[in-house]
């Protein structure tokens, strides 16, 4: 098992991987069965700008703010279609802590985004339906 994480997708150790894979990928599937479910060769190509950048901002915030959670959960009930995180911020009166806690309540499934975009300020959120 390897894990190499190229930064050019002409680097030749990539290429290298790859050709190995091709070559040999039903050993790896076959080594792997007794503990891995599946074996999946990712190049930077399939990783979606959009979702790494709001992964890595979502998975930033494991500090927990109950006050800053609790003030945008009360900003957003009862709330009908989307509004601007900035404008949730505004409202609850915790500019840091505040984005953070719309960040939070994202994660948790609590908000939803709009529509499929990187997580900032100006984003558009709602209730999440489900």
């Known amino acids: 098992m390897f894990d190499y994480l190229p930064t050019d997708a002409r680097d030749e150790t990539l290429q290298a991987a790859r050709r190995l894979f091709f070559e040999h990928g039903h050993e ?5 069965s007794g503990f891995a479910d599946d074996v999946v060769v ?15 901002f979502l998975d930033s915030l494991k500090e927990t703010d109950p006050e800053a959670d609790a003030a945008v959960r009360r900003a957003t009930r009862g709330s009908l279609g989307a509004r601007a995180i900035s404008d949730i911020v505004r409202d609850v009166g915790l500019p840091g802590r505040g984005f953070r806690a719309v960040g939070r309540l994202l994660r948790r499934g609590e908000l939803a985004l709009a529509k499929r975009e990187r997580i900032t300020p100006e984003s558009l959120v709602c209730r999440a339906t489900g």
């Open 28 to 32: 790896l599937v076959g080594a792997a």
């Open 42 to 56: 990712m190049t930077e190509l399939d990783v979606d700008p959009i979702e790494l950048h709001n992964a890595a």
